[in-house]
Every structure is written in structure tokens, then in C-alpha cells.
């Protein structure tokens, strides 16, 4: 945006040239025309107008002379815009593509199986003890004691003391003061101007150019590996025992019946063997009894370590190539030139002034005053208090102590112990190879585009106007240019005119004969 302003202002600049160049030639015109020292356009004094000479202004008629008009017009001026053009890039990326495998691999899991045994515990239980204590306690009584105390008093005491009072008086006094008076001062004053210049350089800039290529790299699998250690275990078991046991004979009845009285080796009678049991005696029996054993085992225990392991593959690396370029630019600068113009200045001179104040000013005078002091005395003076005070006191009170006694249990109590089973287990294994994918994407670009303006000039243009002719008097002079610069010069008429003045003193010319 500041650049098209820059560029405006530089054809701006460029368009007044020629503006002024013309004004320049249309005063020059106009200075022939309205009859310089040579000139015989409206004739002087004694020219062989037809007008009549000196005559009156209305025998002299009318004539047309040209005036200096500004006006505004439209002129084309080419600038530079940049719009916006979106535009379209193609780019390759690396996709990584999963890849499923499925594995089977045998897991030894432990399984748990509950067991019961009894188990003897210790609880404790409280028993409540009666005990007696001593302890001292703080009995509080009360005791008068004298006491002796201070007291301030106050006693009042008169003083005379002398002061100083400024009192006031005022005078009159004439004081000299300074006031700036404002004035006006024409300054000729120089300024710079920054004219646009253009400039076309060529740079050379580094371009990242992209390249795909093969590489060969490696990369780390970790892999599960049984491996199988021996554990030792502790087994419980046992075996069933026959033994040789004496039981008392008891054919009649009871756990002796099976036997049908024919432990005791006597001749009982079948219908009463045993007549009574203490001439019966005992027997042998064989009873069967569950031995334990525990045993210490070796057995095998498979366990999976995870092992890395370096496998080669190839993939493809996307790199970039520098690659030189050249561009041609244009380089606006702005170089310096110096102009001159004269401006009022407002400045100030010092001024020195004179008034009359009144002053105020204060004379000291001495006083007297008399004031009261108060003082404050010390007197001692005795009271009798009330202390309290404490004397100890031994008192006997009685507690109860509670101690815990142990006392043994027995209680059914439910384990669990682990049994290693192995079964086989499917797991997934994913795995990524690289693919390339190319992708398409849309970015903008800024493109200067050459526009044409229409641009407001001020352009000077000579009008035509008629006006009375006046060869030998003043005011619109013979040239008839009211207000031009060289409206001035035709006044004097004539080389041969009857005017005092010479030709070449334009501005100093008397006006008539």
C-alpha cells in the first residue's frame, strides 16, 4: 500500500513539470501581447491608432487579451496492485502401512487350589486389677501482707516567658518587569525533498529442491524366547501302612463283634463264649494307617526373556538438493534534493515594563506572657493485701489396671497353593512397512498486475477575455491584463509614447501623459 502511494506521488510530481513549464511560456505570451516597449498592440500616445490617440476611453473600444485559468482534469496514471492467485504443489510422504501376523506361543499359568488346615493361635485377653496411688494436691489459702506504693501528686507552679511576634506592614514599591513582544519575520528556509528513483538489480537465491532415494538402515525386533530352568519344590505325600494293634476281646458286642469271640483261643461256648469280659482277655487286629512324607523335587519351569535382535530393511528417505537461481527485481529509492521557500517565522523581542506593588513586610516585636506548670511529686504510702498462696496436701485415691493375659486357640484355617499348568496362547504381532503416498496442496501467491487510474491534475489553460482599451491611462492599462505580471510594462505605452518614464523601468513608470 505504501509503495502505490509512493508511486502516485512520484507521477504527481512528474505530471507538475510540464504545468509549470507552460505557465512559464503563457506569461511570456502574454507579456508580447499586451505590448512591451516594442509593442504597438493598442499603440501609445501618438501611435496611428484608429482609436484616436488620447481620446476617451470609449472612442478607443474594446480589445481581447488572454488570462491565466487553472483547471482539473482527469489523467490516466499506471500503478501496481498485487492480487491474490492460489496455485497447486504435489509432495510425496512416507505412509506407514500396518501389517497383522498372528503367533502361537505356549504359557505356563498358575492355577490355584484350595487346602484346609488347623491352626493354633494365641489370644489375648484383658483381666481387670484394682491398685492404690498416692498423689499431691495444691490447697489454696489466703495471708495478709503489707505493702508499701508510690503515688504521683501534682503541684502547680506559675512562670513568665518573653516571645517574638512578627507584625505587618505594607509599602509601596515600583518594580521593573520583562514582557516578550510577538513579531513577524519572513525566514528563507531550505527543505529536502525525496524524489522516487528506479532500479533493477539481479539476485541470486538458493532453491531446496526435493529427492527421493533408497537407504538402507536397520531396525530393532524384540522376540519372546522360552527358557526352560529347573525349580526345586517341596511335594507333599505318603503312603498306607498295615500295623499290628492289641484291642481288648469283646465278641458280644461292640467293635469286637466281627471277630465272633474267636480271639480269645478258648473253648467258649458258642451260645456265651465270653462268660465275662475279664476272662476273655485281648486280641490282635490289623489296622491301616496314612503315613506322610515331603519330598523335595526338581521340576521344570519355562519362562519367556524378550530378546532384541537387528533386522535389516530398505526405505526411502525424502532429501533435499540445493540448486542456485537468479530473479531480476526492481529497487525504488528515494534520492535527496534540496528546495528553497520563504516562510513567516513568529518570533518575540523583550520589552522591559514598569508597576507599581504593594509590598508587605513584617517587623518583630518582643512580649510577655505569664503560664501555669504543672509538676508531678512522688509520695510513698502503705496498704495491707490479701495473698493467696498454696500449701501441698498428700491424698490416697484408688484405679483400676487392665493387663492382657495370653490364651491359646485352635482354628480351622483355608489356603491356597498355586499349581503351574501350561497351555498354548495365540497372540498378534503388527508390524509397519513404508509407502509412499503423494499428496497434492494449494498455497497462494501474491502477482503484481499493471492497473490504470484516472488521477484529478491541475492544469493551466490561457481564456480569452475582452477588455476596454486605455493606451495612455492606468488602472487596466493598454495590455488590458487586470491582474497580470505584465499588465504593468504595457502602461507605459510605447517606445515613442509621451510617458516621463523610459521603456525599460517596468515598475517605476508614471501612468498617462
Known amino acids: 500500500m505504501i509503495y502505490q502511494e509512493v508511486i502516485v506521488v512520484r507521477k504527481l510530481c512528474f ?3 510540464p504545468m509549470v513549464a507552460l505557465l512559464l511560456a503563457c506569461q511570456q505570451v502574454e507579456a508580447k501581447q499586451c505590448g512591451g516597449c516594442e509593442s504597438a498592440a493598442c499603440g501609445g500616445c501618438e501611435s496611428a491608432d484608429p482609436c484616436g490617440g488620447c481620446g476617451d476611453a470609449g472612442a478607443c ?17 499506471t500503478c501496481t496492485e498485487y492480487t491474490t492467485e492460489t496455485r497447486e504443489r504435489t509432495y510425496t510422504v512416507m505412509k506407514r502401512v500396518p501389517k497383522t501376523e498372528e503367533k502361537t506361543k505356549t504359557v505356563t499359568v498358575c492355577v490355584p487350589e484350595t487346602k484346609t488346615k488347623t491352626v493354633e493361635y494365641t489370644v489375648m485377653k484383658n483381666v481387670e486389677e484394682t491398685k492404690t496411688a498416692e498423689y499431691t494436691v495444691m490447697v489454696p489459702y489466703t495471708e495478709e501482707v503489707e505493702q508499701t506504693y508510690t503515688v504521683c501528686v501534682p503541684v502547680k507552679e506559675e512562670k513568665t516567658s518573653t516571645y517574638t511576634v512578627m507584625v505587618p506592614t505594607q509599602e509601596e514599591k515600583t518594580v521593573e518587569y520583562t514582557v516578550m513582544v510577538p513579531y513577524t519575520e519572513e525566514v528563507e528556509q531550505t527543505y529536502t525533498v525525496c524524489v522516487p528513483v528506479k532500479e533493477e538489480k539481479t539476485a541470486t537465491y538458493t532453491v531446496q529442491v526435493p529427492y527421493t532415494e533408497q537407504v538402507e538402515a536397520t531396525r530393532t525386533v524384540t522376540k519372546r524366547v522360552p527358557v526352560t ?16 494293634v492289641e484291642v481288648p476281646c469283646d465278641p458280644c458286642g461292640g467293635s469286637g463283634s466281627a471277630g465272633a469271640c474267636g480271639g480269645c483261643n478258648s473253648g467258649c461256648d458258642p451260645c456265651d463264649p465270653c462268660g465275662s469280659s475279664a476272662g476273655c482277655g485281648s486280641r490282635t487286629v490289623c489296622k491301616r494307617v496314612w503315613v506322610p512324607t515331603c519330598e523335595t523335587k526338581e521340576v521344570p519351569c519355562t519362562t519367556y526373556q524378550c530378546m532384541t535382535e537387528e533386522v535389516p530393511y530398505t526405505k526411502t528417505v525424502r532429501k533435499c538438493r540445493s540448486e542456485e537461481r537468479t530473479r531480476t527485481y526492481t529497487v525504488t529509492k528515494m534520492v535527496n534534493e534540496t528546495k528553497t521557500r520563504t516562510v513567516k517565522v ?13 509590598v508587605t513586610k513584617c517587623v518583630p516585636e518582643q512580649r ?29 485415691r484408688e484405679y483400676t489396671v487392665t493387663k492382657c493375659v495370653p490364651e ?32 497434492t496442496q494449494t498455497y497462494t501467491v501474491r502477482v503484481p498486475v499493471q492497473v490504470t487510474k484516472e488521477v484529478p491534475v491541475q492544469v493551466c489553460k490561457m481564456v480569452a477575455v475582452e477588455v476596454p ?16 505580471s505584465c499588465g504593468e510594462s504595457a502602461a507605459c505605452g510605447s517606445c515613442e509614447s509621451g510617458c516621463d518614464s ?11 501623459c
Open 15 to 17: 505530471g507538475l513539470v
Open 61 to 77: 473600444g474594446t480589445r481581447t487579451v488572454y488570462q491565466r485559468q487553472y483547471v482539473t482534469e482527469m489523467r490516466p496514471v
Open 229 to 244: 530352568t529347573m525349580k526345586t519344590v517341596q511335594v507333599r505325600g505318603g503312603h498306607w501302612e498295615t500295623q499290628m
Open 346 to 358: 513568529q518570533k518575540c523581542k523583550p520589552e522591559t515594563r514598569t508597576k507599581t506593588v504593594m
Open 368 to 396: 510577655e506572657r505569664t503560664y501555669t506548670v504543672t509538676k508531678m511529686v512522688n509520695e510513698t504510702k502503705t496498704r495491707t493485701v490479701k495473698v493467696q498462696k498454696c500449701k501441698p496436701e498428700t491424698r490416697t
Open 408 to 439: 491359646k486357640a485352635t482354628k480351622e484355617v483355608t489356603y491356597t497353593v498355586m499349581v503351574p499348568q501350561q497351555k498354548e496362547e495365540t497372540y498378534t504381532v503388527t508390524s509397519y512397512d513404508c509407502v509412499p503416498e503423494t499428496k
Open 469 to 484: 482599451c486605455d493606451p495612455c491611462g492606468g488602472g487596466a492599462g493598454a495590455c488590458g491584463d487586470a491582474g497580470g
Open 502 to 512: 523610459g521603456c525599460g523601468r517596468r515598475r517605476r513608470c508614471r501612468r498617462g
